[in-house]
């Protein structure tokens, strides 16, 4: 089984003993042509206001990730997006064009899960060097409050600037969005095995899903950031797999506070 950590062609694989080799693509793909986010369609402008452009520099290489915005000054993300140098873009619904409503803003501060290892505790906050300045375009995405679950079933969104095709993997400059259903967990479980914690959560399937270049999104259930976009299987059928924001919310609150 072969899992695409949107993002890459720089792959890391390692050996567990119910699979044979898992093989993860952990880098942002560039921009190329396309039509739909896999299953879906382009969103209505700015009817996703609190979505993040995440552009990555890597030395020489730029890649990208989307990310959402849950403070005026702060952006959540998947860790596998990180990089020495982001530059996030808010209020942008065409991201190839020049649009007023775009604010570019660079991040002076990432802060990983000090627990994350490959695809586990796939998160990261990004402090920006200013506020965003909220608006029609521009707003916060609220994470799940305490004691709050989203049940199994749930029709849930997806929106990205990712591929939005498998073969070949094209992509859009133009916001996508698709819905997708949570699976319970015994499905997560029967797809992913070891590899699907209770700090994951997955949905949709390869007719409706995120992928390369979606990664660090958000899965948006009943107005809520319920999900960020982790990894996803090359194998089709399969759902996505999104770190559990619910879990992470005591991390969250006091990366915050802190800041």
């Known amino acids: ?54 552009y990555l520099q890597k030395g020489e290489n730029s890649e990208q990730c989307g990310g959402f915005l849950i403070r005026e000054d702060f952006v959540l993300t998947a860790a596998h997006c990180d990089a020495g140098n982001i530059k996030v873009v808010l209020g942008g619904h065409c991201i190839t064009c020049q649009e007023e409503s775009q604010q570019v803003i660079n991040v002076i501060k990432r802060v990983l899960h000090p627990k994350y290892r490959t695809l586990n505790h796939d998160i990261m906050l990004l402090k920006l060097e200013k506020n965003a300045t909220l608006n029609n375009n521009v707003t916060l995405l609220p994470i799940p409050p305490k004691y709050f679950r989203i049940p199994p079933g749930t029709i849930c969104s997806i929106a990205g600037w990712g591929a939005t095709s498998h073969f070949p993997v094209q992509q859009n400059g133009r916001l996508q969005e698709t819905n997708v259903t949570l699976l319970n967990w015994d499905e997560c479980k029967d797809q992913y095995g070891k590899v699907f914690t209770y700090k994951m959560l997955c949905a949709g399937n390869a007719e409706h899903e995120a992928y390369e270049g979606d990664s660090g999104g958000p899965l948006v259930c009943r107005g809520l950031a319920s999900g960020i976009v982790s990894f996803t299987s090359v194998i089709r059928g399969q759902a996505t797999v999104f ?13 915050l506070e802190s800041n």
């Open 1 to 54: 089984m072969s899992l695409v950590h949107n993002p890459s062609l720089q792959q890391h694989c390692f050996t567990m003993k119910t699979y044979a080799t898992f093989c993860i693509l952990l880098v942002c793909f560039q921009l190329a042509g396309g039509d739909k986010i896999i299953g879906g369609h382009e969103a209505r402008p700015h009817s996703h206001p609190y979505m993040a452009f995440l």
């Open 243 to 255: 770190t559990n924001v619910y879990t992470y919310r005591d991390w969250i609150k006091k990366v």
